[in-house]
Each structure stands twice: as C-alpha cells, then as structure tokens.
C-alpha cells in the first residue's frame, strides 16, 4: 500500500518484482523519509525512479507539480499515467499558466489541452471594442504596438478590414497589464486561434457570435459591404452581389471578384 492507501498506485508504480535491490533502495528511501534525518537539499526527488514511493503519493506529487512552470509541468505529463492524470488537473495547470504574469484569474474553459502548453506573452491580447475614427494606425500608437503586429493577430490583409468588424485583438507590450489581471479563454473567429483576452474597461461584453449571425444583422452587413466596397472599388451593388453568391463569406466574395476580373482581363486581351 503507498503512503496514501493507494492499492492501484502500487501496481503502477511500485519497486519491480524479484529486484532486492530496489527493495533495499525504497525501504531505505521510506526509513530515511520517517526520521527526517536528512534535509531537502542531500535528497533529491527524481521522476525517473519509479522505486521511491513517495513519487506514488498523489498530495506529494501535487506539491511537486505546483512548482514547476507550464513548460515543465507538461513534460511531467509524460512521466507515467498517475502524474499525467495530476498534470491534467484544471486547478494546477491554470496556477502554473497565471504563475509568471501574476494574474488574478483566468475565466474559461479551452477547446483543445495544448492551450496550457504555453503561456508566453503573445498568448494574451487586449480586446479593443472599434468606434468610429478607429485606424489601425491610431490603434497602434494608443497601445505602443506595431501595425503589422495588430494586421497578423487578427488575419488582416489590408487596413479595410477593420471596417468589418466589432473589435480588434491588440498584442500586449506591456507585462504589467497582466498583474492581477483577469483574462477570458476565447476562440477568435478572426485571428483563428484561442487567445487569453484582457478587458482593460473590466467588463467581457462581446458575445461569441457565428459569422452568419453577424452578416444577418444590419449594422454587421452593412460595415462588411462597406469593407467590399473598397476593397474592390466598386459600388455598393457590385459589393452585395458578391457577398450574397458567396454565402455572406467576405473573403470569399473577394475571391469570386479577383476570378471574375482574372477572367475579363483574359478575354480582353484575346
């Protein structure tokens, strides 16, 4: 029985059948753990020796887990079963993800597990609600960014783009932001990815919304209208056309727009 009652942990993980000198290793590794007569820095734990059985205690492998960064913690997840099923745990991966930027919380759940995989600074985007006067430019000097920087994060082929959305993701420059910050796990529809978003203003107000959901409404058709209409430097007949043979897909409408121009221009020249 392990040093926490746990008869399948024992299975698992306990001394190799037969070997009397890992026997000798673990009851001498438990006689020395009981007296205490040997302090932290002579004993070193090691993952890789299964014959220490207090490497089979689930509250003494949580302790070890919860020091370790989010690097570290997803390569003891490969140790064996036990410390990947403790590695898994919500508790102790949002603890090692929030350790090094100070966060308050972390709010939502990710789609996939390898999002706890890393918590660099290009993990984390400030959400900025667009209002009129907005420019990518303007954006980039209010929040010490650059450009090219807000147009990769949010799949912008030109400055256009903004017209056709509610909000851009802004790279965060300044750590400091994330100190007792309280970010929220969202899948982007534009930038494609899942991204801890911070709410500077304090409040999570946009609701997660399909892209035919935003078409159908008037204000969102009609911004993405507007994005079509100069990107393509036709009037506001042409734009719609194209985006209501395309599904309401603004990229695809600027697909069937280059192939129709593709194809005037063969037909001219022939």
Same mark, same amino acid.
């Given at each position: ?59 003494i ?15 003891? $997840? ?13 508790e102790?991966?949002?603890? $090692? ?92 529809? +534009? ?8 709410y ?41 056309? +194209? ?26 020249? $022939?």
């Amino acid at each position: 029985m392990g040093c926490c009652g746990e008869d399948d942990d024992d299975k698992l993980l306990g001394p190799v059948a037969g070997n009397s000198t890992a026997d000798a290793s673990s009851s001498e590794s438990e006689k020395i753990l009981r007296s205490g007569s040997v302090s932290c820095e002579d004993t070193a734990l090691s993952p890789t020796n299964s014959n220490f059985s207090a490497l089979i205690c689930k509250d003494i492998v949580r302790i070890i887990l919860g020091k370790l960064t989010i690097v570290d913690l997803a390569r003891a $997840a490969s140790v064996c079963r036990l410390w990947n099923s403790l590695a898994s745990d919500r508790e102790i991966q949002t603890a $090692a993800f929030k350790a090094p930027w100070k966060l308050k919380d972390v709010v939502g759940t990710p789609s996939s597990r390898s999002f706890w995989r890393d918590n660099g600074l290009n993990k984390f985007a400030i959400s900025h609600r667009l209002g009129r006067g907005d420019t990518v430019a303007r954006l980039a000097v209010k929040y010490s960014v650059q450009v090219t920087d807000i147009k990769r994060l949010n799949n912008m082929l030109s400055d256009h783009g903004i017209h056709s959305r509610d909000r851009l993701l802004i790279p965060i420059s300044n750590p400091d932001l994330l100190i007792d910050a309280v970010c929220h796990i969202e899948l982007d529809r +534009y930038a494609k990815r899942e991204v801890a978003v911070l709410y500077l203003e304090g409040v999570c107000d946009l609701q997660s919304e399909s892209t035919a959901d935003r078409v159908n409404s008037d204000q969102g058709k009609r911004r993405i209208i507007e994005s079509l209409r100069r990107s393509m430097r036709v009037d506001d007949g042409t734009a719609q056309y +194209y985006l209501s043979i395309s599904n309401g897909d603004p990229k695809a409408a600027l697909a069937e727009f280059s192939d129709d121009l593709g194809w005037e221009r063969q037909t001219d020249m $022939a």
